[in-house]
C-alpha cells in the first residue's frame, strides 16, 4: 500500500484523520492540546519528533475551556504570547457524519 509520512512519530501521519476520545476527564483535551502544539511549534512531542505545520484545532466541546488550556500551555512551556505559532482554534462544532 501506500507509505505515510509521519506528523508525530509513531503516533499521528500525515493526511490521516485522527479523532481523540475518551471518558470525561481522562485529559484528553490536554493530550490533543499538546500534540497540535507540538506541531504548530515544531517541537518534541514526548520525545517524539514531530514535522511542524499549520494546525486547525477544532473545539468540539467548546472554546472556553480550551482557551484557558492553550493559556496553560504557553506557560508552563514559556512559549510567549508574541511568539507567532501557526494554530487555528474553530470554535464552533462541526457535522462529522456527512
Partial sequence: GPEFEPLIDDFL???DKS???GASRSVKSFLAIHASMAVA???LF???KVLPGLVI???????RGI???LRAYRQYF????????????LQSQIDMTG
Fill in 13 to 15: 501521519s500525515v493526511g
Fill in 78 to 89: 514559556a512559549v510567549p504570547k508574541t511568539d507567532p505559532v501557526p494554530f487555528e482554534l
Fill in 46 to 48: 514526548f520525545g517524539r
Fill in 67 to 69: 482557551k484557558k488550556r
Fill in 19 to 21: 479523532v481523540v476520545g
Fill in 57 to 63: 484545532y477544532q473545539a468540539g466541546e467548546g472554546a
Fill in 41 to 43: 511549534r515544531g517541537a
